[in-house]
T-cell receptor, first 109, second 117 residues
């Protein structure tokens, strides 16, 4: 079965501080991992996916199959990063995307 | 279209009534997904379509929920005999299958907020 765990409901940091949003997954096949973000009053949108290996808005995430994790990191948080972040799991033998419960990131000035 | 469009944006109904929620996906996308989201939770998968057919409906909670996509474009999520527990934001998303298996990037609509009194 596919399962995604985001242990933190809320993460609060000050501007300029490093950020790490945790995501662990459970999946028997070859996983595809994503981070989606929802800014206030906006739609849920893709932030990044592991196969792209991109840095988007300064965020990176590395898939660690040994630890079954896909933590989202940013070295210096900005106020505009305040949003809900959802980790999502798909796979090469499934076409449905399963979401975690989300972590609210608050960045204070 | 420019994006995924969902109507209505808000729907208030009474327990026991029938409700239809509509999704108009991005025209080039052949996959369409329905999710629902309640307060404090992430989007919960309901069903997805590949073309006109429901490829996976394993997330539909019970037989009061049904979805169609008759022409492979617009989809309607239908809820019969609504219950208070059906209150949620219903999200639609579409994606373009680039060939091969595996989940693709989803583009979401703004959602339809359903309140059952």
């Amino acid at each position: 079965a596919q399962r995604v765990t985001q242990p933190e409901k809320l993460l609060s940091v000050f501007k300029g501080a490093p950020v790490e949003l945790k995501c662990n997954y459970s999946y028997s096949g070859s996983p595809e991992l994503f981070w989606y973000v929802q800014y206030s009053r906006q739609r849920l949108q893709l932030l990044l996916r592991h196969i792209s290996r991109e840095s988007i808005k300064g965020f990176t995430a590395d898939l660690n199959k040994g630890e079954t994790s896909f933590h989202l990191k940013k070295p210096f948080a900005q106020e505009e990063d305040s949003a809900m972040y959802y980790c999502a799991l798909g796979g090469y033998n499934t076409d449905k995307l399963i979401f975690g419960t989300g972590t609210r990131l608050q960045v204070f000035p | 279209g420019a994006g995924v469009s969902q109507t209505p944006s808000n729907k208030v109904t009474e327990k026991g009534k029938y409700v239809e929620l509509r999704c108009d996906p991005i025209s080039e996308h052949n996959r369409l997904y329905w999710y629902r989201q309640t307060l404090g939770q992430g989007p919960e998968f309901l069903i997805y379509f590949q073309g006109t057919g429901a490829a996976d409906d394993s997330g539909l909670p019970n037989d009061r929920f049904f979805a169609v996509r008759p022409e492979g474009s617009v989809s309607t999520l239908k809820i019969q005999r609504t219950e208070r527990g059906d209150s949620a934001v219903y999200l639609c998303a579409s994606s373009q299958n680039k060939g091969g298996s595996g989940a693709n990037v989803l583009t979401f609509g703004a959602g339809s907020r359903l309140t059952v009194l």
